[in-house]
């Protein structure tokens, strides 16, 4: 039998067969939400404002652009979990998996948030609230699952909110649970 090789915390996650139609940069997905620039550049942390508008109202997984079952994760920065909804479009759960230990910042692996916004073009925005998070302390994610969620408005952004919808569990976001399953 070969040698059992200890999990590598820095190397990428495999890329699930579901995702294999999207973009790898440096061996991680590019999320289909990701603007790209005149020049082919993809945007990684920011966010395309029209992808995420229709992702939300027409309930598009914002990893791979299909759509959502009735299945979905929210996932919500602690801090957010009190609005009851997210600015930010539901995943698939296998979508959600991928991200929660993919994804930097969700996963952990930065214990920051950049301190400098990317210089983006008009088509595509940073988070709704960029300003008060660059440079902040990253904070712990949450798992909100659900079977469906409401279109909202929240400070001028489209976002899902399940204010009248009973989750069927939120979970810490904790990546070890993932890589010792
Ligand atoms: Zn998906």
Do not use: F
């Not at 579901?18 to 440096?26: K, S, T």
């Not at 930065?110 to 925005?125: D, E, K, L, M």
């Amino acid at each position: 039998m070969p040698p059992r090789r200890d999990t590598d915390d820095s190397a990428p996650p495999p890329v699930p067969a579901a995702l294999a139609h999207l973009p790898i940069v440096g061996g991680l997905v590019v999320p289909w939400i990701t603007p790209r620039t005149t020049d082919g550049r993809y945007l990684l942390g920011a966010v395309d404002a029209a992808k995420i508008r229709m992702a939300i109202h027409r309930r598009l997984c914002g990893v791979c652009g299909q759509p959502l079952g009735d299945r979905l994760v929210l996932l919500v920065r602690e801090s957010d979990l009190a609005r009851l909804a997210s600015t930010e479009p539901g995943l698939h759960p296998h979508c959600a998996a991928y991200c929660t230990t993919a994804c930097p910042m969700v996963a952990g692996r930065r214990s920051h948030y950049r301190t400098s916004a990317h210089h983006i073009g008009p088509s595509a925005i940073h988070g709704a609230d960029v300003d008060k998070r660059l440079g902040a302390a990253a904070e712990p994610w949450h798992a909100v699952w659900l079977t469906r969620y409401d279109v909202i408005t929240l400070h001028g952004h489209p976002a899902a909110s399940y204010l009248l919808i009973s989750p069927l569990r939120i979970r810490p976001v904790n990546t070890r649970l993932h890589q010792n399953s």
